[in-house]
């Protein structure tokens, strides 16, 4: 059973810059199809992706957080990244981490495991 | 348009049928999939593909598509289906993943 787990700090001070790990267990991070990606909640709101990343490396952002956002994967210890610059009040929020799944000739793409979440807040 | 339009809230009779919607341009390229998010609990996909449920799905979860509107369909609404629904897509001028707004169900 593929399972995956948030981890980093819970405060974070406004101007200073988020990092979250996600740790990957039960499955392989090595394989193509497969696309490890940070989505975050805002508290009461919907779903929101940050973006994604392949294990070659290949990144993927939201135009909106793109030049905040870096996303980066270590497959020697089945870990991704989040990092985001600069936060204000308006990054808190539940982070979440997932394993996307796609089949580009099918045009099928979906997300079938993520993370517990992480709640990360941005006060001082 | 990249964004995933979804009515806010829905609500069914327990036992009837309801069907939530999602439109958005980028439908017309890639199969949408669907997510369950129960409070405090992390989003389930109950959907994906032209009709594809992950295992321990019941079948009351169903799927279809015309142009830019995707629809979940629950046939037999359950007490324990209320919860709030979001779809996603490829969005393949940014290259990256939206969700719709989500779509709040009531089970009365």
């Known amino acids: 059973q593929v399972q995956l787990q948030e981890s980093g700090p819970g405060l974070v001070k406004p101007s200073q810059t988020l990092s979250l790990t996600c740790s990957v267990s039960g499955g392989s991070i090595n394989r193509g199809a497969y696309y490890w990606t940070w989505i975050r909640q805002h508290p009461g709101k919907g779903l929101e992706c940050i973006g994604s990343t392949y294990y070659s490396g290949s990144t993927y952002y939201n135009p909106s957080l793109k030049s905040r956002a870096t996303i980066s994967i270590d497959t020697s210890k089945s870990q991704f990244s989040l990092r985001l610059t600069s936060v204000t009040a308006a990054d808190t929020a539940v982070y979440y981490c997932a394993r996307g799944q796609e089949d580009l000739v099918a045009t099928i793409t979906y997300f079938d495991y993520w993370g517990q979440g992480t709640l990360v807040t941005v006060a001082s | 348009s990249s964004e995933l339009t979804q009515d806010p809230a829905v609500s069914v009779a327990l036992g009837q049928t309801v069907r939530i919607t999602c439109q958005g341009d980028?439908?017309?390229?890639?199969?949408a999939s669907w997510y369950r998010q129960k409070p405090g609990q992390a989003p389930v996909l109950v959907l994906y593909g032209k009709n594809t449920r992950p295992s321990g799905i019941p079948d009351r979860f169903s799927g279809s598509s015309s142009g830019n509107t995707v629809s979940l369909t629950i046939t037999g609404a359950q007490a324990e289906d209320e919860a709030d629904y979001y779809c996603?897509?490829?969005?393949?001028?940014?290259?990256?993943?939206?969700f719709g707004g989500g779509t709040t169900l009531t089970v009365l």
């Open positions: 996603n897509c490829r969005d393949t001028t940014h290259n990256h993943w939206v």
């Open positions: 980028n439908l017309r390229s890639y199969y």
